[in-house]
């Protein structure tokens, strides 16, 4: 009977992690299917990035305060993943507090300051919620959180505070246990923890016994909500918490304002005009499609860009389109990419072989007057926290309005025809490009 | 005054220091026309030996690629660097941030390779070599001066400090929108935007940023690009402050304050 919960905690385990780990690969399959590029450069500053932009969260600090908040309950997270692990073992070991004995005094300091973290997590969370659903700041009360991720971010918020409250409720009863010389509890004196001791009050009027059954309670529900994050996790915009480090990593480096080459392009252009050096045997390569149409066309980098994307908006908050009205969202850009994401991976969870064609990122996700509104300001880019580029896409898929379905406004058709004319964007003689010299 | 193009150079065996890189707007909007005199004027006050490609010049292809236009893009891109390479220039000075961004990010891995400056870097290193002096009581001095970031200087290509040295050297009072620096707010002409109408929305970009302008009390909005330039202009005509607020190019506020 005494291996009956090391048993269960042992399957538990199993289950979370093989659930998590199924999920985990399909979200790299999904993402792989976007094209190949190769981005090994400059390994020094990628590794910097990834320490200044993740780790450090750099550009959280445009605005101190909520960096400091969001510092909290990600240092939160990490830091008593700490004791998540002793939790674990524990379980698996049938043990209580494995850690104490071996840390001696350091014990009651790692424990006192996981309280702090959890106190701190609470009000911060409490404030998050506030500014989502009391205050309503702008970007968080915007449509495109509509449904489903507005409920999403909450919900991760209630969790949390959940479940730094049973971890402070765990703390006091062991301790109230330990005074009360109470079964194993008393094998490991640590005395009093810094603010779960608040809890003792409440707590007097109940008998050992029933203290014990509250105590395995908070136990298991906070094991077994952590196990159930870790699996909601790949489901919602957290999944930031992972992604925004191979995402800082993979970021670009180059100017930001300089647009991808096509090299495929560049050649057929300088076939045209250097017959010469066109390659005399013709490759099966002229199936492929200019600009992006779907996920398929899209970079992977692209697509780990919108798994990365915690729908915070910033970018949407900067975009000068959005501000006045358009309907651009870059927000949106990388939550539609990866809906239309999930949607495939669903598909083909269903039918390996089978690739869904019947929808497509541009028009079904995302519509030609989104795209037509950017004006390649690259304020998204720079507001974004986790290194992510909406432009990129956007214009990619500008790219395949034009040069595949001939979609563009009239006034840019006439841009066209007088740059290939005038060599100028106006219908302007090119004979007249210097008569401003005349007037000096 | 003589400005001498590129062929004209060659043709007398000569060969400048600088290639200066009007643009279209540059060349052919009239308003723009007169930023391209104000710098070609610094130019030759100081006797520096510069040339144009006067009717060999051709767009960079910067609107047609921000469309989705690669083929003309490319095309241009290939013509132009024909040109270029053919006249063998090594350094591009320019007024549009829009034609440095393609001339020094995307033209290198299409064979051009030239070092590119924009005239916001050139003139601030003009007036710290002391090489412009500018008057005590120049027109501007004042005047209070808000300086408005060009996306593609700026966020594309982290040029914020030069311009604001250029205009200090004005020594009169800068005093920044709340939108500034990487922050800055657009214009609204970018990504070929100049060349359409703008999507169906409730305002237009450049009246947001023109009310952002105005809400400093500037008596001068400063400039470095000359689509920036038409957009804020077209933004101040719109609340009807031409007459208060002058939309100005950095180079014209030096040409006019040059001793």
Redesign the interface.
Known sequence: MQLLPQIAFAILTVIATYLFAKKASEIRRNILLGRDEKISDNAPQRWRNLLLLALGQKKMF?NPLVALMHLIVYGGFIIINIEVLEIVLDGLFGTHRLFAPILGNGYLWLINSFELLAVLVIIVCISFLIRRNIIKLKRFASNDLNGWPRSDANYILFTEIILMLLFLKMNAIDTLLQSRDFGHYAQNITGNFLFSQYYHPILQHFSSESLMVFERICWWMHIAGIYAFLNYLPYSKHLHIILAFPNAYYARL??????K??PE??N???YA?QPELAPTETTGENAKK??AKDIYDLSWKNLLDAYSCTECGRCTT?C??N??????SPRLIMMKTRDRAEEVGKSLNKNFTTINKERTLLHDYITA?EL????????C??ACPVSISPVDII?QL??????EESN??Q??NS??SS??NN????K?S????????K?? | ?K?N?MAEMMANNETPDILFW?G?A????ARA?KI??AF??ILNKLSIKYA?L??E???T?D??????????F???A?NNIQILNGYGIKKIVTTCPHCY?TL???YP??GGNYEVVHHATFLEQLIEEGKIVLKEDHPFSEKNISYHDS??LG????IYDAPRKVLEALKTELIEMKRCR?????C??????????????????N???TEEALETGAKVIAAACPFCNTMLLDGIKNKEKENEVAVLDIAELIEQSMI
């Open positions: 445009k180059e100017p930001q304002g300089k647009m080459n096509m392009i560049q057929e252009v300088l005009m200019f600009g900067a000068p389109a501000i006045t009205g358009k309907k651009l007057e037509r509104a950017c004006t390649t300001c690259n304020a880019v720079e214009m500008r790219r395949y309005l034009i040069m563009a406004p006034e840019w841009m066209f740059i290939e060599f100028a964007p106006w302007l090119a004979d007249t490009r210097d008569n401003w010299i007037d000096l | 005054m400005i193009t009007v279209c540059g060349s052919f909007d026309q391209t005199k070609a004027t144009i006067g009717k010049e051709a767009c292809g609107p047609a690629r921000r469309s989705g236009n690669e083929f003309l490319q095309m241009m290939y961004n020094k990010n995307e891995e299409l996306c593609y966020r594309s290509n982290n990487s922050n800055g707010l657009c609204g002409a970018g990504g070929a935007q100049m060349f359409k109408e703008d999507e169906k929305g409730n305002k237009r970009i009246i947001e940023r």
